[in-house]
């Protein structure tokens, strides 16, 4: 089987995303600010599954079409 480099990788990098914006939603609560914009509070949680649901889907999908192998 042949390997190909980490920074090749649309799984490591769908990765990586995915833990940026879950940093970014522990640091800066953005859903929180929304609701301060005017957004309805009930959206809130919606959102946040939402945004799980991408990742888990997001992480799937990739992980099917996935051929090689990741070297660092």
Known sequence: MQSKRAY???TLAFNL???LIGVANEVAPLL???I???F???WVP???AG???VSVVGNAV???FTSERVTL
Do not use: E, N, P
């Open 36 to 38: 301060a914009g005017g």
């Open 32 to 34: 929180d600010q929304l």
């Open 51 to 53: 945004l799980l649901l």
């Open 62 to 64: 990739l992980r099917a």
């Open 46 to 48: 919606a959102v946040r």
């Open 40 to 42: 309805h509070a009930d």
């Open 17 to 19: 995303l995915v833990g």
């Open 8 to 10: 090749k990788s649309k």
